[in-house]
């Protein structure tokens, strides 16, 4: 019909616009392209949450046939558009994640030490760098107690928006 | 669970100490990468806030680089195009004045310091000649407290800086031998407390302590003379020790707009214009490159694919007093010795005779040149007898214009004796300007360049001086003069500094906090024998470190918005046009789609509007926008109240860096205080600049109501004052 027609138009051509956006941020020299050490931060902000793995995936599909150290806006745009349109990378919500710190809480004390914390995080999974630690735990920690009150936390940080 | 675990991973898991940790290690993986996923995604969001917010400094800091070369190149114009005795040509022509007072009697009689005394109440440091470590020691602990230097000990300091430089070659030669390490510095920008940070984390400069300083110690900061003083003097004390490299805001057109000049004229009072005299001498002497162990290639700005340092090495560095303007080119040096047809009819010591054939001669027009496109095959003979600012109008017509609206009669023909004099086919003479227009581009590109991800060199247009290079263009340079590394400055970095093509390219920025508390590290670099470059960073206020991530973005965010609320307010008559064009019924609403596309219209500054959008436009209906409304809301102004109805107000704002810019220019005695008559002067020179017309009259109105003591001089800083916009505090849009 003609009309779905239409509104499947407008809806890519909102989607390549929202790229086009993102991605023009950090195209410093106004030419179409960005560094490949922010993409992550690109697609990120688009609304996905791809692990470092999947970004690598992703960044091997858009770079250049002899990686040159940035990436071309004409490949970006097609293989991001199918990432947003397919909704990979989807958002966690908010129980689910609530859940993976209960988990860590081993003995349900409602809250984390930043010990515990740490070691969790630069020891599984992709872990951090010190640099990703340092600022997580300052965003995280309660100053008083010295202890991360996790569903605090987690709220804390939902409230941001962009 | 479908996410790939990388080889490394994979191995990080076996060694993870497992005993400690009791919960299952399948889910303890699988909590943690979710939990990280999360967390990474948040930081993205963060940092494309603090991104943007960047874009927005540097948009409006480069846009005012554009604004005072355009500035500079109408000045020029007007010096090519009015007539010697015109009153006009009279306000700026002291800025193209060439110094040249240059045997030293006449300078030591000019700067004499011997005649400024030291009054009784005085309690600023003391100076004695050669200098002491303990005496520069002492001078670095005065700034600190805030003290001033007299400007006797200021002339003194500066007369032995400039005898020391003139003996210095344009490109310094360092080694790492003895095991000492070096420190490398990036811009100060007038940042005492970063310099003095540095000092307490590194040590002072000394025989031990090697430093090089790449360029822009002045500009912006408030401290730009006290920082020039305490490197001069550690110069002086320890001449084989310190090096310094000359920033493109060494020059002192470049000062006129960002603040040194103000700054100077502000704490000297009596002295102000002889130091600054003194210190246009001493930028055109400092040296323009450093070079490590013949291996690594320190300069302020970058290269271009045409760099090349024997024609650095050999050229007379200190006839580039600014590199906004090429120098008074040898041809006519040549030619005014073999006749005397150039009319020395004006003010004395004025080398730019008043005949417009001194810029047509060594001129090639400033736009077209500041900005080459590679590769540079030599000038183009018809550029210089282009007149005109435009290429592509007709000379006369244009001339007659600009005058017409300077309110000036018609000019006598010019361009006949222009004619006539380009038509010199001396070779010699072709081959000397050609190659002045060869050392001009090697010195511009030299300070202004930026390096770019993509090949190739490009025109820095964003700048409007020197080029974007390439990766290809340094592996090739680098080759060329067998080099290994080449470190600059000149563009500031958040982390201080940055590695760029394969890290062959350093940049190192060392003046943390610059766009805003909280926007920016400091760094610095330790370079020893191995020539690796070892990296510290700072940032000079407590209170910033101690922000998390989202509070410092935030805070910066909220400091570029109001800097960009700023522009939008002045730029508002132009936004209601553009955004009437998508309003023809006039309804007094415009959908988001076409408000970004109207935003980027007006103001050429290549921001993501549409992301900015929610920050900048508060209420919406249905994707459509009361653009009226949002003015009203956006800002409002220190309320004069007779100012406050006029659109020439909005003009003013507008261009109110132009316009305290020519303040300035004029303002010769600095005395901070215009008459009416200047005044007027100033905004027909600045309304032509921008081809306004204006009433005399309605100058007169502005005048009047700006003289807010009515003594009939308007005071300067009082004048900028009014233009402070006041955020309306229901619109300060806090995020954090």
């Excluded at chain 2, 948009?59 to 015109?86: C, R, V």
């Excluded at chain 2, 006839?319 to 303007?325: D, N």
């Excluded at chain 2, 309320?639 to 303002?667: C, G, M, Q, W």
């Excluded at chain 2, 700006?706 to 309306?728: K, P, T």
Aim: charged share 25%; with cysteine; glycine share 6%.
């Amino acid at each position: 019909m003609a009309d779905d027609k239409d509104s499947a138009e407008a809806i890519l051509s909102v989607v390549h616009k929202k790229i086009g956006d993102a991605f023009d941020v950090f195209d410093h020299e106004f030419n179409k392209t960005v560094d490949v050490r922010e993409i992550g931060t690109i697609i990120r902000s688009l609304g996905c949450f791809p692990s470092e793995a999947e970004l690598h995936d992703i960044i091997a599909e858009v770079e250049e046939e002899e990686p040159m150290g940035y990436i071309r806006f004409e490949k970006f745009l097609p293989a991001m558009t199918m990432v947003l349109m397919e909704r990979k990378f989807g958002p966690i919500p908010e129980d689910l994640l609530l859940q993976a710190f209960e988990v860590l809480d081993q003995q349900k004390k409602g809250h984390l030490d930043p010990e515990e914390l740490t070691k969790y995080m630069t020891q599984e999974g992709e872990p951090f760098t010190q640099e990703e630690m340092e600022e997580m735990l300052s965003a995280a920690l309660d100053p008083d107690k010295n202890v991360i009150f996790y569903k605090d936390f987690v709220s804390a940080m939902a409230v941001d928006d962009t | 669970m479908g996410c790939g675990i990388t080889k490394s991973n994979q191995l990080q898991l076996k060694k993870c100490d497992r005993g400690h940790l009791s919960v299952p290690a399948s889910t303890a993986m699988r909590a943690a990468l979710l939990i990280q996923r999360w967390y990474r995604q948040y930081v993205a969001r963060l940092e494309m806030r603090r991104r943007c917010t960047w874009n927005i400094f540097q948009s409006i800091e480069y846009a005012g680089e554009q604004d005072q070369i355009k500035l500079y190149n109408f000045f020029a114009y007007l010096m090519d195009h009015f007539t010697p005795a015109s009153s006009e040509r009279n306000l700026i022509s002291h800025i193209f004045r060439e110094n040249d007072l240059l045997r030293d009697i006449e300078w030591e009689r000019y700067f004499n310091y011997k005649s400024i005394e030291i009054p009784e109440d005085y309690c600023g440091p003391y100076l004695t000649f050669p200098l002491t470590a303990s005496n520069v020691t002492e001078l670095v602990e005065a700034f600190r407290n805030k003290q001033q230097l007299h400007s006797r000990y200021v002339l003194q300091l500066l007369g032995e800086t400039w005898k020391l430089l003139r003996l210095l070659p344009n490109i310094n030669h360092v080694s790492t031998c003895h095991t000492k390490e070096i420190t490398i510095c990036g811009d100060l920008h007038g940042h005492l407390e970063d310099l003095l940070l540095v000092f307490y984390k590194n040590g002072l400069p000394s025989m031990e302590t090697p430093y090089v300083f790449n360029g822009d110690y002045v500009d912006r900061g408030k401290n730009s003379i006290e920082i020039l003083l305490i490197l001069f003097a550690f110069l002086l004390l320890y001449p084989n020790d310190v090096h310094l490299n000359r920033g493109n805001h060494e020059d002192h057109i470049v000062n006129l707009r960002y603040g040194f000049t103000k700054e100077v004229l502000g704490k000297y009072r009596l002295h102000g214009k002889k130091i600054l005299k003194l210190l246009q001498k001493i930028f055109s002497w400092l040296p323009l490159a450093t070079v490590i162990d013949q291996k690594v290639l320190i300069v302020h700005g970058g290269i271009s694919d045409t760099f090349d340092l024997k024609i650095i090495a050999k050229m007379d560095r200190h006839r580039y007093v600014s590199s906004l303007k090429p120098p008074k080119s040898r041809r006519l040096l040549l030619k005014s010795k073999l006749s005397d047809q150039e009319s020395d009819t004006e003010e004395a010591g004025a080398e730019d005779s008043g005949s417009s054939s001194t810029r047509g001669g060594g001129g090639i027009r400033r736009t077209c040149s500041m900005t080459h496109s590679s590769p540079s095959s030599g000038v183009d003979r018809s550029l210089l007898q282009r007149r005109s600012l435009q290429s592509h109008s007709s000379v006369d017509d244009e001339l007659q214009e600009r005058r017409r609206q300077a309110g000036l009669g018609v000019s006598p023909s010019h361009s006949d004796d222009q004619q006539s004099y380009c038509s010199d086919k001396d070779a010699e003479l072709t081959e000397a300007v050609e190659a002045d227009a060869e050392e001009w581009k090697q010195i511009v590109d030299l300070l202004w360049s930026d390096p770019m991800s993509m090949e190739g060199c490009v025109p820095n247009e964003v700048r409007g001086g020197g080029c974007y290079w390439g990766p290809d263009v340094t592996e090739e340079v680098l080759n060329r003069h067998s080099l290994q590394l080449l470190i600059r400055s000149h563009e500031c970095k958040q982390e201080g500094y940055e590695f760029c093509h394969n890290r062959k390219v350093l940049t190192i920025f060392s003046a943390s906090n610059y766009y805003e508390e909280g926007s920016n590290r400091g760094a610095y670099i330790r370079l020893g024998p191995d020539l690796v470059p070892h990296l510290i960073q700072y940032q000079a206020t407590r209170t910033t470190r101690d922000l998390t991530l989202r509070q410092s973005v935030g805070r910066t965010e909220r400091s570029a918005l109001r800097a960009l609320r700023e522009q939008l307010f002045a730029h508002k008559s132009d936004l209601i046009s553009a955004f009437q064009k998508y309003d023809p019924d006039n309804t007094g609403w415009i959908s988001l789609k076409d408000w970004a596309v109207a935003m980027e219209t007006v103001f050429h500054l290549a921001l993501p509007w549409r992301v900015l959008r929610s920050q900048l436009v508060s209420t919406t209906k249905d994707g459509m926008l009361d653009y009226q409304s949002w003015f009203k809301e956006l800002a409002i102004m220190e309320p004069n109240k007779e100012l406050a109805h006029t659109n020439v107000l909005e003009t003013l704002y507008k261009h109110h860096s132009n316009l305290e810019t020519i303040f300035r220019v004029i303002d010769t005695d600095n005395s901070g205080f215009i008459s009416f008559e200047e005044f007027r002067q100033t905004w027909k020179l600045l309304s032509s600049h921008l081809k306004m017309e204006i009433s005399d009259e309605a100058i007169v109105d502005l005048a009047h109501s700006i003289d807010f003591n009515h003594d009939g001089s308007i005071d300067i800083n009082e004048f900028m004052e009014a233009f402070r916009l006041v955020d309306s505090t229901h619109h300060d849009m806090a995020t954090a």
